[in-house]
């Protein structure tokens, strides 16, 4: 399968605890994105990285949350001291880079569970 | 990126023509418009994408009115496998700090026997 894939697919965790996230991207994909989705909501975008350059943060991304694209391949999403609110499904997506208009592909996400 | 509205949910009966309508009315002349759908538990697949013209691909067919406020995802013979929502989303082209999918609630398509 040469899709994005993302793990663990599901986290419970206690409140409190440090979660982190992993996506792998389409190989030849130089772009990387986080979307949080929320229960009845469509997801809502979280960072992205070009190669290993996180170039843009969401509001949504507080001091808690840490993403990272070290060698512009995998990337983590670190979520520290969780709160309930957190729980969510955390998406991962990749592109191309691309003068034009190219789509997005997205993971099957990482559903996290705080109690 | 500009705000699109959607009907909240439609039904459609198997094997007819499925027809989403979005409206998009404050686009801007380097907005594309995007349709992706999610079904349950997966993450969001993309379907189709136009600027001006109307698209077509093997998933479905996209038509943008001539004055671009408003656009219709034509799905031509629904299936069961259709059932998800569907998201229109307006984004700028693919530069900078433009990459960002801005997604709203969508449409949940129920597609029945």
């Known amino acids: 399968d040469t899709g994005v894939s993302q793990n663990p697919r599901h986290k419970i965790t206690k409140r409190g605890q440090n979660v982190t996230f992993r996506c792998d991207p389409i190989?030849?994909?130089?772009?990387l994105y986080w979307y949080r989705q929320t229960l009845g909501q469509g997801p809502e975008f979280l960072t992205y990285f070009q190669n290993e350059a996180q170039l843009e943060k969401s509001r949504l991304l507080s001091d808690r949350f840490s993403a990272e694209r070290p060698k512009g391949s995998f990337s983590t999403l670190e979520i520290q001291r969780t709160e309930q609110g957190d729980s969510a499904m955390y998406l991962c997506a990749s592109s191309i880079t691309s003068g034009g208009a190219v789509e997005q592909f997205f993971g099957p996400g990482t559903r996290l569970t705080v109690l | 990126d500009a705000k699109t509205t959607q009907p909240p949910s439609m039904d459609c009966a198997e094997g007819r023509a499925a027809n989403l309508p979005c409206n998009h009315s404050?686009?801007?002349?380097?907005?594309?418009v995007y349709w992706y759908r999610q079904i349950h538990s997966q993450g969001p697949q993309y379907i189709i994408h136009g600027l001006k013209n109307n698209e077509t691909n093997e998933m479905a067919s996209l038509i943008i009115t001539e004055d671009r406020k408003s656009s219709t995802l034509i799905l031509p013979h629904a299936t069961l496998r259709d059932t998800a929502v569907y998201y229109c989303i307006v984004r700028a082209l693919n530069t900078g700090t433009a990459s960002k999918l801005t997604f709203g609630t969508g449409t949940r398509l129920q597609v029945t026997l």
């Open positions: 190989s030849e994909h130089n772009r």
């Open positions: 404050t686009i801007s002349g380097n907005e594309y």
